[in-house]
């Protein structure tokens, strides 16, 4: 008997400008390393017994590993959409928006971005999380609630801003 997963939800095909010239970057980044790598697992493979060879080994896990990510993007690139625009009224929130909020302790700052570009370390969500869809078509003072890992948690909407073409 095999454990069935059901497949992922698809995340949504928006991204900013700035981040589809750095996936297309990796991309390009990658094909580089990948042609290095080669050398390295062709020069390893005639080192002899390749069973035992832990040269070539590593070699060919990274060759696979970068294949599986140029893959990826092989894919993904071709499906996303680009939004620069910003929207017509800029006090509400959108794709691509800095919101500035209150839980009526701290205040935190969050910039909704795509899916392939979210990075927790800068405060970026992705427009997937519960956080970011609780937020979508709200505007400035609206409160919101958000399920978290912590239990459920209140916010204020303090403040909204875009930035141009990124």
Known sequence: MGRYRPPAPKSSPYIT?????????????LW?????????VTAAAAE?????????????KQLRE????IGYLQRRLPVLKVVDQLPTNPEQI????S???DDGENEVTYRIVGADEFDPGKNWISMD???AKALMGKTLDDEIDVQTPGGKKSYVVLGVAYQENT
């Open 66 to 69: 970068i294949d599986r990510r």
């Open 94 to 97: 959108f794709f691509g928006a």
């Open 129 to 131: 999380s519960p956080m």
């Open 32 to 40: 580089k390393k990948r042609a290095e790598v080669t050398r390295a």
């Open 17 to 29: 400008k700035n981040g589809y010239e750095g996936l297309q970057g990796e991309l390009k980044g």
């Open 99 to 101: 919101v500035t909020m």
């Open 48 to 60: 002899g017994d390749r069973s035992e060879n832990a040269e070539y080994i590593y070699r060919k």
